[in-house]
Nanobody
Framework: VQLVESGGGSVQAGGALRLSCTTS????????MGWFRQAPGKEREGVAS???????TYADSAKGRFTISKDNAKNTVYLQMNSLKPEDTAMYYC??????????????WGQGTQVTVS
């Protein structure tokens, strides 16, 4: 399973970024997809997930500011991040879980895209 992230970058606090994760048609239609992040010196944490049917979940830190969505026609999952804070600075990873629901560990990971908020 290939997951290719894009959209990271540097932004000022209060700004917005949209991350994209492109994968295969099989993956986007059948698997749970998620976004994780890892800041230097910290453990990786889940940010948001979206299951096969479009049901979403969010970490408390993301609620009200981030939105996960997917476009099955484009084989892409998005993470819209608004009102960014310096503490959102991290490497962001797209991940897939080889079942349709999102509870449990993820099997596949992208290479990551850096988000820096100053």
């Amino acid at each position: 399973v290939q997951l290719v992230e894009s959209g990271g970058g540097s932004v000022q606090a209060g700004g917005a970024l949209r991350l994209s994760c492109t994968t295969s048609p099989y993956t986007i239609h059948r698997y749970c997809m998620g976004w994780f992040r890892q800041a230097p010196g910290k453990e990786r944490e889940g940010v948001a997930s979206i299951d096969r049917d479009g049901i979403t979940t969010y970490a408390d830190s993301a609620k009200g500011r981030f939105t996960i969505s997917k476009d099955n026609a484009k084989n892409t999952v998005y993470l819209q991040m608004n009102s960014l804070k310096p503490e959102d600075t991290a490497m962001y990873y797209c991940a897939a879980r080889s079942v349709w629901y999102c509870a449990g560990p993820y099997n596949y990971w992208g290479q990551g895209t850096q988000v820096t908020v100053s």
